[in-house]
């Protein structure tokens, strides 16, 4: 392990502290004899993938200025299981370990992979979960005869009208609102009969 190591604490709100947190990394650096670098995230929930100091830390991973990332509890990092998994195949392609005190985790350890590796494939089921469980929704709303994706105005009486309301003079929102279907599907038809009317005049 690198001597320089990247510290990460986190608390949800501005109410909580991160002392706490910062005491047990700091005594887990000095009796190591490491080199700490600290990121603290005060009010941002683990629900956001996105937080200050946790990208400044991934920055400085991938620079590889530090050689491991300490954490009190794994959720103090990561908002999800999926998400610890991508960030720790992160940090092992980057040949950077992933401590976690609490719960007595060290991916320098051959314990510590193998707990990675179980998170990982928990991960792939259960995303093999979640798309069977929408494959299976939508095939039952199907034959509920509900329709999925974007709305389009397929039938000719409606484009016919659509169109005639449109050399009339109708905006696009007013044609919308009187045919009742998306301004976005007006917009489509309008712009495909006007292509094909540039195609036959040329």
Not at 150 to 158: I, K, Q, V, Y
Not at 167 to 180: D, K, M, N, P, R
Request: glycine share 4%.
């Amino acid at each position: 392990m690198s001597k320089r190591i990247a510290l990460y604490a986190r608390v949800s709100t501005n109410e909580q502290r991160t002392q706490a947190q910062l005491d047990a990394l700091r005594k887990y650096a000095a009796d190591r004899g490491a080199e700490a670098v600290e990121f603290v995230d005060e009010g941002h929930s683990g629900a956001k993938a996105s937080r200050p100091a946790l990208d400044a830390m991934l920055a400085a991973v991938r620079r590889r200025d530090v050689g491991a990332v300490v954490v009190v509890k794994l959720d103090r990092l990561a908002r999800s299981v999926r998400h610890l998994v991508t960030l720790a195949a992160e940090l092992e392609s980057l040949s950077i370990d992933l401590v976690c005190l609490d719960q007595a985790i060290d991916t320098a350890t051959p314990a510590g992979r193998f707990l990675f590796n179980t998170l990982s494939a928990v991960a792939e089921l259960e995303r093999d979960l979640i798309r069977e469980r929408v494959r299976a929704g939508q095939a039952a709303a199907k034959r509920r005869g509900v329709r999925f994706g974007r709305p389009e105005a397929t039938d000719r009486p409606l484009r016919e009208r659509i169109m005639r309301l449109s050399a009339s003079g109708q905006t696009l929102g007013q044609i919308a609102a009187l045919v009742e279907v998306p301004k976005s599907t007006v917009a489509r038809v309008v712009a495909k009969a006007k292509a094909r009317s540039e195609a036959d005049a040329a």
